[in-house]
Structures are given as C-alpha cells and as structure tokens.
C-alpha cells in the first residue's frame, strides 16, 4: 500500500477507559503516516480528550448514537472517501459503518469474549497467552505496516491551559512541602469499589505521613469525594466533577502515584506517566485491562469466585464483595510505599 498522503478513519464510540487506552495506537499511525490525514469517530463526550491532540486531523461525533444519528455519521463518512477504516470497537455501531463503507483498506479489533465468558463461568482459562487492550490496539496499526519504532512517544498530550488549570487547584498554602498523591475512589460499577470507608481512611493515614492528597473523578463522584474530604483534617483539594479529562490528567501528572479502583482514570495516570495502585475485584489480568507501567500495582486477592463478570456489574453474585473487602488500608499502604521507594510508616 502507497503510504503517502492518505485518509484514514479510526472508529471508537466507547469507553472512556478505552479510547485512553487507544491513545498509543494514534501515536503509533501518525508516525507511521505522517503525511496522512487521520480522523476519529467516537462519542461527543469523549471528543474534549483530543484538543490540539497532534495525532488527530478532524473528528466524527456521536451524541445519542440512535440509528438515524448514525445514518447521518455514515453518510458524512462515505463523503469524505476514506482509504483506510479502522473498526477499534466491533460492536454494533461500529460494525453497521464498518461492513457498509468502502475503503481499499480496512481492519477491525478481534474481540475474545467467548473465553472471558468461559473464565467467568468455569473458572478456566482457555488463553494461550494474556495480551492487554493497550497491545490488541496497537496491533491495528502493525497490520497497516505501521510498526514501533524506538523514539516513538505514548503519552498524552496535555495543552497548556489544562496544566495552568491544575497549577491553580494545587497551589494551596498547606500542600507546601507535602508530596502529592491523587485517590480516585469511583468507578462505573458499585462491585469495583473498594469500601468508602476504606478510602477515607488511607486518606487520613496518608494525611498523617505528611502527604497531600488530590481526589479525582468525575460529577457523578462528587458527593463520594466530598464525604471523604470533610472526614480529614489534613491537607486535600476535592478536584472530582471541575475538571475536563485533560485537566484531570495535568493534576494526575504532578502527582507521585494515583491509588485508584479499575476505572478510566487507571490508563489516564499511566498514560502522564504516574504509576498507580489499582484496586481489582470482579476482573482479572486476562482481560487486558491491568496496569501496563512496570512501577505501578495490582492490588488484588485470590478467590475461587474470580472473576464474576467481564467489566463488573451492579451487584456481586454472592453478596459479599470479599474480593475488595478483604483489601486493607494496611495492604495499600504497603504497596504505595512499594513504588513511591522509602517507607511510608515513617513519615
């Protein structure tokens, strides 16, 4: 194929967690097609994460994603005479636009769920190997020809408003001399929660160590975070529902580690290059969705009941939720101390 100037279409709708972790595959086809023009398609609410992104050329939004919303899309995209389509999703949507436009080239993401489905009801594993969502992207791009090259560069652009944003949020008279560690106690499903409680807690613990602590999330976290803050006297600026995506990524890159449940804001810390301690429960490390910095953690335990579902759910089977109860603040702790170096009890 003529690697010249081309037009390429990259289709994504969802999830936020997702398209952050498709942020390299970006990276990997603009250096690979310089010269071409790439655009997105994905949800309107997930466009903020592309401004002045220099791997996008332009953007196709979804706003509700009903069938006549997507009638238009496909009609928009038929005119602009792409020669590469490339399906990241393969779910519905992305399917109808991908088996019904032309393109002298297309590629689409294989997707594994009968053998999550099989682990999820048998407890077996059926891989050969574990691949992560961030490598299953990328080899999207290796099947145009669009291969890694050693000085390529995976992490999120962040304009310079977004950083003066968070420069403005953190400059508190009690953050002086404390190091910063952001909590993102949130998560879309109630079973990928580690215990309020427990959070409130390891947020006074860390308090005590002379840390100043960040909370992030998004609106719908805002009460969540607001109980957490007010049962603390040290030092915590509450950041959850006033932030864009991007903004929260600036705040996150001044930090020295996120502590955070399985959620989108995991993959946006490591892709600002912060490590995280990640709390799992329902999921495990086959699906892909772990950390992928060789500093960050999993902080997990082992059940028989692992795993319950493929991206969590509203309730746990067994009523329990031993996989995160069972966690302690003294087991996150520890873990913290593990990447940040030095010993934490000590402060």
Known sequence: MNTGSLKILVIRFSSLGDIILMLPLLNRLRAGFPNSRIDLATKEKYSGLFDENRNINGIHTLTSGGFFELLSLRKTIIKNNYDIILDAHNVIRSNFLYH???????????KDQIKKGLLIKYKHSFYKEY????????????????????????????????IQKADILIQLPNFENRELIAVAPGARWDTKKWPEERFRDLVVELGKRNFAIVLVGGQEERALTGRIAEATQYPVVNTAGKLTILETGAILKKCRILVTNDSALLHLSEQVETPVAALFGPTVKAFGYYPSMKESAAIEVELDCRPCSRSGSSICPLGTKECLTSIGVANVLEVIESIIGGNVDSR
């Open 100 to 110: 019904t436009i032309s393109a002298n080239k297309k590629v689409q993401i294989r």
């Open 131 to 162: 691949k992560s969502q961030r490598e299953k992207y990328l080899e999207l791009a290796e099947l145009l020809g669009a291969s890694s090259r050693e000085d390529e560069q995976n992490n999120l652009h962040l304009p310079l408003k977004a």
